[in-house]
């Protein structure tokens, strides 16, 4: 199979407050404060179409943490705000950061097309590490 088209947690324990990603990163507060409050409205609009679902959201990888490491920083706060947004409204935590940026392996390079074209989309693999994050996030 070709590669897509190139473009240019262990379950982790996150904060259940989005106090501390918005102290460490102040220039993204308000953006920050924006996702929550935005995510937030959608958590609580899906719990109210189905109040007994699952609902697993995704804090996504950060497809230049190779290539501009300093944007792991970002990342993270993003990550942060996602999952606490998530745990304050019922949700579970599908981490897509730990295995894709932490891990040595099988990592980035391996889990994207980063590294050999510059797209930022997983590979088959690491589609593959995703939806195994879904479902251990289920399972628990």
Do not use: M
Request: proline letters at 9%; a neutral charge; charged letters at 10%.
């Amino acid at each position: 199979r070709s590669s897509p088209p190139s473009t240019a947690s262990s379950v982790a324990q996150f904060p259940r407050s989005t106090e501390a990603s918005h102290s460490s990163c102040p220039a993204l507060a308000g953006d920050l404060a924006t996702l929550h409050t935005n995510l937030t409205t959608i958590l609580t609009r899906l719990h109210a179409a189905d109040p007994g679902g699952t609902i697993i959201v995704l804090t996504p990888y950060n497809p230049f943490g190779k290539a501009y490491p300093s944007s792991n920083a970002f990342a993270v706060q993003l990550d942060l705000t996602i999952a606490a947004t998530a745990l304050s409204n019922h949700a579970r935590i599908a981490d897509a950061f730990i295995p894709f940026n932490v891990a040595p392996k099988p990592g980035l390079c391996q889990l994207s097309y980063y590294c050999t074209n510059d797209d930022i989309h997983p590979t088959d693999r690491g589609y593959q590490v995703i939806a195994n994050r879904f479902f251990l996030s289920w399972l628990i």
